[in-house]
């Protein structure tokens, strides 16, 4: 691309659009790729324009609105959509619900080749149709064409962008604590519970309350496990209390724990174990008297199917503390980003 008078850009094509402002009409008046003649030149210079780019011959360049279109091409999504360019730039917008992953590594990777600009929602972020997960465009006009080939290789090693698709998932809920066993209190968890997991497909299977005793726990997940749950969810005995035998009748089931607390808060204590390709879950009681904890943060990961690892759960300390908002506003906030 260079930059010419003009007058001496005759025969020469043009690589931006010209715009025009004229009784209430605003608009293109020559179009990128336009070659420009003779008659054009009044007319140039009557919208005040002196100077234009115009492609060089051999300069191996790449305009903005290419770069965009093959920039989109580069990182295809399935369950999500790009957009055409609209000032130099392209939009991946979302057609379904669930779980947007990013490749930070790789972004980052990507961002620091030079002109390349590509941004997006924060990698485990629940989405919905219609919402925007990323933009891409290069700074200039015009880049080097070498740094969009660079992109392209590194994107065909590795997935930049993905939207997993929630499963549906059987789930049992077992609820521990002796007073509510025996009546002393009303349980609150299950219809906690039903609310968070009426937002993802699948069916409840059933809600057993439980004494504080390792036998009858146990027994109760594996009820539910007989009837083909996917996901379990324990609720009470979490704590370090003698009494509390959650954490214990986990292992006896023969789960692998990945981690019992996480760095996080609310929701400290909570416990992610899986048995095969089960997920299962000690929730502490955050969960009934907050709004959001990370329970809300991790029941996304589980719906899309993606296994937590240690690693994974050690990475909720940065975005791990909840602000305790007046107004809840999550996922739109700081808490569970990871």
């Known amino acids: ?28 008046a020559f179009k990128r790729g336009h070659v420009i003649t003779e008659a054009d030149i009044p007319h140039m210079l009557d919208i005040g324009k002196r100077t234009v780019f115009v492609w060089e011959e051999n300069a191996g360049e790449i305009h903005e609105e290419d770069a965009a279109r093959r920039m989109a091409a580069m990182a295809p999504v399935q369950g999500a959509h790009y957009t055409e360019p609209a000032e130099g730039k392209v939009l991946l917008l979302s057609d379904s619900e669930g779980m947007f992953r990013v490749d930070t590594r790789l972004l980052r990777e990507i961002n620091s080749i030079g002109d390349i ?7 485990h972020y629940p989405v919905k149709p219609g919402m925007r997960l ?3 465009r290069i ?19 590795t997935k930049l962008l993905d939207v997993l698709p929630y499963r549906p998932l059987k789930t049992g809920v077992i609820i521990t ?11 609150k968890f299950e219809a906690v519970a039903r609310k968070k997991l009426a937002a993802y497909p699948g069916e409840v299977l059933g809600a057993k309350i439980c004494d504080d005793d390792l036998d009858m726990l146990v027994s109760a997940a594996r009820e539910f496990l007989a009837q083909g749950a996917d996901f379990l969810i324990f609720s009470g005995g979490m704590s370090v209390d003698p009494d509390d035998l959650t954490p214990a009748a986990i292992r006896s089931l023969g789960c692998g ?24 879950m000690g929730v502490p009681g955050a969960a009934i008297s907050l709004p959001t904890t990370i329970f809300d943060v991790l029941l996304p990961q589980v719906f899309s199917g993606v296994k937590f ?9 940065d975005g791990g503390l909840c ?3 007046p107004a809840c506003h999550f996922p739109n906030c700081t808490f569970g980003r990871y």
């Open 309 to 317: 690892t240690r690693e994974d759960l050690i990475r909720l300390g």
């Open 257 to 280: 724990v990945v981690s019992h607390g996480v760095p996080s808060q609310p929701g400290n204590m909570t416990l992610m174990a899986y048995l095969g390709d089960v997920a299962v």
């Open 139 to 157: 700074v200039p006009l015009v880049t080097k064409e070498e740094q969009i080939i660079r992109a392209e290789n590194l994107c065909k090693e």
């Open 177 to 187: 604590g002796s007073e509510i066993y025996h009546g002393r209190i009303k349980d």
């Open 134 to 136: 990323a933009s891409m």
């Open 117 to 123: 600009t590509i941004s997006t929602l924060p990698d």
């Open 1 to 28: 691309m260079k930059k010419v008078n003009v007058q001496d850009a005759v025969g020469m094509t043009l690589c931006h659009d010209l715009t025009e402002m004229r009784d209430g009409f605003k608009g293109a």
């Open 323 to 325: 602000q305790l908002c």
